[in-house]
């Protein structure tokens, strides 16, 4: 069952700005660690703050590390207040939960769509699947406005090093290209199709924003991809 | 004069005005289960909790070779939205003899809101509990010992 009662107490051991509007918490558990599949999110409630059943945040990290790390965008007063939270200070969560995962048996080709901070369960997908050297195809579309705005670039960048079968499309919609690895423009839908191995098999997973979800579900849908090869994950 | 908003036309205006078919599912709810003591369920889903302001039940009825969704019902202390959503989202889970339970997994917030015809976007968190509990209910179901 799904509540959002904070159930775990966390002290912040880290915070590490990635974007000039994203930063990471470091969270170490007080009591015992929670199992999380990667790509789910925890609740985090702050007394007085925000709405009473709290907000969630996607876990940026895989499982098998020993923090957990939340990656935070500042738009507003709640994440605002997370964020001024200081080291060695306790929040509470709820228990991970959400199902924007992949099934741990298929192995058809994983495709994540992403937008700005909707990296965040998908670099968790991505870390878990490198670690446990799944043979995988993974494709990553990431947009973002600029180049300083792109979180975790270089952990991408390496895990991709190592990883042959993850590639990575990086794009800016309000920057001219000044470098090579990055392409101008948004990313499309016929972009994301022409590129499939397998067109009647790819699992599509799409995170960002309520708009960017929306319309890149609809242009693949509208593309031909049957509604159960896309799956989503709008922040709101 | 003021002109009166086009209440038909609401899936071109980005606004707070529902389409007909989420009038409609809000209106004639499909699927809704009021007393769940004489329903056989194979799997139960329940997500949020009336303090956070909406709850969400979802119970699936499962094929005899286990592999599609026979019959779906719900129940919601929720909002116009989430009761048109998990009203739709029952149609879409047992319509065409039934969704695959791996295709049902998929189901997402987009997928039913097209088929609402739209959702005010202020509303889209609202269909996201129906296809949450939908998505329990299967977990339910699966981690039950097979018979």
Known sequence: ????????????????????????????????????????????????????????????????????????????????????????DTIFTSAPYGFFY?????????????????IAPCLSIIKHLAHTNNPRPIKLFYSNKTTVEIAFKKELDTIAQDHPQLSLNYYLTQEETVNTDCITGRVTPEQIVSSLDNKAEAEI???????????????????????????????? | MTKIP??????????????????????????VLIDEENYQSDGVGIVGSPACGDMMVVWIQVNEDKTRIKDCKWRTFGCASAI????????????????LLKHA???SPEAII???????????????LGHQALREAIEDFEAKPAT
């Open chain 2, 84 to 99: 048109a959503s998990t009203s739709m989202m029952s149609v879409m889970a047992t319509e065409d003899g039934g969704m």
């Open chain 1, 102 to 118: 992949p099934e741990p048996i298929d192995t058809n080709e994983l495709v994540f769509v992403v937008g700005g901070i909707g």
């Open chain 2, 6 to 31: 086009d209440i038909n036309a609401c899936h071109d205006n980005p606004s707070w005005l529902y389409s007909d078919i989420v009038k409609d599912h809000f209106f004639r709810p499909r699927n």
């Open chain 2, 105 to 107: 997994k998929r189901l």
């Open chain 1, 1 to 88: 069952m799904n509540t959002t009662t904070s159930s775990y107490q966390w002290k912040i051991v880290d915070k590490k700005v990635e974007t000039p509007t994203v930063t990471s918490l470091y969270l170490e558990p007080i009591s015992e660690k929670p199992n999380f599949i990667a790509g789910q999110y925890v609740t985090i409630q702050i007394p007085n703050i925000g709405p009473a059943e709290g907000k969630s945040y996607s876990i940026s990290n895989a499982p098998h590390e020993a923090q957990l790390r939340i990656s935070i965008k500042k738009m507003g007063n709640f994440s605002t207040a997370i964020l001024n939270h200081q080291l060695g």
């Open chain 2, 114 to 128: 097209e088929r609402l015809d739209g959702l005010p976007a202020q509303k889209y968190h609202c269909s996201v």
């Open chain 1, 205 to 236: 997973f799409i995170c960002g924003a309520m708009d960017f979800t929306k319309s890149l579900w609809k242009g693949l849908h509208n593309a031909g991809l049957p509604q159960h090869q896309l799956y989503t994950e709008g922040f709101f």
